[in-house]
């Protein structure tokens, strides 16, 4: 299946098909005040990677099925991911002017359509999911269980619950498993729930599914401390942020506890148990999955 | 089944009924950070009335179904209405300090963990719905329409759009058309999808569907106008907020544009439409939700 394919491409090719799927998507047949809409289209469309949607379909290859019936999902991920920017940029947050070298939502279309366009991302999101029932004959026991997923991964006790203990950790964190906590929350949790969309979505079973969570919370937690390292080393055209951003707001990131040797170290770790992970639970097709985990972890922007 | 109790205590057990599955509903066991669950808390549990819950559970009663299996559903409609007063409470929005004479979340938590805990309870409020299938075996497809429905009632081309419409129209409306496009939004919107949940539960026909969606039409609309109208007339320790706030930000109301006897007239058809639509569809046990029409919009506070 990989069929000589460079990683790069695949990413490519498999993004302009979630961003087909996402014009698709977007809630333009109703009757949507139009500054909502645009708000909702303009970050939703911002040039992100779609690397969570793209999970979710490498994931739905592992287990050779369908990919198309999944989009709707992958879809879903998305909005749940642009929300969590939008609101994680507004001034009562990061206050962060620009995000992949473009203005932030609200640096456009103010704090309270900022707000109201994550909202309705996030609740769109589940919409979006059912329509792989819908449109697709996705059975409606995969939906739930992907809706409860979701809602769990990316609420307080996941994503929300990391963007929290973020906001609080400004106020100084002391301990690596403080960091830890907000990185496998922030990051993890929202990979994790892609790996297993995909999973339900294409029939894993338990043993699968476990070994996508393990996968997904080690590469989740490798994505963040190379981007923590990233943060400390990197060129500043690379990433579309000034560089040393965090360190600037006295941010406190895994190189601080551990050093950078020991940090990239961890990195490596992390991705090596995860692909094990998944070579131990016998997918049929996991070569692309093995391949973006180490594009996620190695990646030098 | 009526049995001789008052609309006033058949409102008061039910918010009890609610209030005590709220307490278990809430993600406590998980690893959540003390203060966004304290800020989920304090919001969710502020004296809420808790008219959404109670319109799913009387109208699972209408049509003679379980009550029990409805309640996690109708926590969630109430974690929605809960996440949609935070946000819109917030300086950025309404900038409102106190609510229910109490202080809102943002004067207690901070715009950063409002703002988070609504994103939560938003979220979570789908992790409850899903709870009536894995708890009390309501059948997943089901639930997929409960969840359909309330991203999509609850969303931008619903609520949120209502709010959004709401912000916008600060810089004046001029039609009552637009006025009503909030009012419906805002308000009627969720009571819809309280009252479809309801029916989905309860294994409601399409025609039934179709007649709860005109009552929540309609009921929702009158009791946005009664709202109006009492904003202008009540009394202040009654509604607990300053009288005629809306009228010191000159904010547009019903009475604006057609005057107060004109809008009681209207408030009036409204609700008798709404409960002919009822009427005309055969419920088995109807007589709680038509006499929660009448003390919805009929209400002096």
């Known amino acids: 299946m990989s069929a000589g394919l460079s990683i790069e491409r695949y990413i490519q090719m498999k993004a302009e098909q979630v961003d087909a799927e996402l014009l698709e998507s977007l809630p333009g047949i109703w009757n949507v005040p139009e500054t909502l809409r645009e708000s909702m289209m303009y970050s939703l469309l911002a040039g992100g990677k779609r690397l969570r949607p793209i999970l979710v379909l490498a994931t739905v290859e592992a287990l050779q099925g369908s990919t198309e019936a999944a989009l709707p999902v992958a879809c ?3 909005m749940i991911h642009t929300y969590s920017l939008i609101h994680d940029d507004l001034p009562a947050m990061d206050n962060d002017d620009y995000r992949r070298g473009k203005l932030t939502n609200h640096k ?15 609740t769109h999101a589940f919409y ?7 449109s697709y004959g996705v059975p409606a026991d995969k939906i739930v269980d992907i809706v409860e997923d979701l809602a769990k991964l990316a609420g307080a006790p996941g994503m929300v619950g990391g963007q929290a203990a973020d906001m609080q950790g400004e106020q100084g964190i002391t301990k690596l498993e403080e960091l830890e906590y907000i990185h496998l929350h922030k990051t993890s949790d929202l990979i994790v729930f892609s790996l297993k969309a995909g999973g339900h979505l294409a029939g894993a079973t338990a043993k699968q599914l476990q070994a996508l969570e393990k ?6 937690l ?4 190379q981007d923590d390292i990233l943060d400390l080393i990197g060129e500043e055209d690379k990433i579309g942020k000034p560089v040393k951003s965090d360190e600037k707001q006295q941010k406190v990131t895994y190189p601080y506890f551990v050093g950078i040797e020991a940090s ?20 049929p097709n996991p070569d692309r999955l093995l391949e973006l985990a180490d594009y996620l972890t190695q990646r030098d922007h």
């Open 264 to 283: 990239r170290d961890k990195v490596n770790e992390l991705t090596e148990q995860g692909k094990q992970a998944i070579a131990a639970a016998h997918f």
């Open 215 to 220: 996968f997904g919370t080690n590469i989740g």
């Open 128 to 134: 979006s999911i059912v329509q792989s029932y819908r």
């Open 76 to 78: 879903g991920v998305e």
């Open 222 to 225: 490798a994505f963040q401390i």
């Open 108 to 122: 456009i279309y103010g704090d309270a359509m900022a707000i109201l366009a994550g909202d309705a991302l996030l």
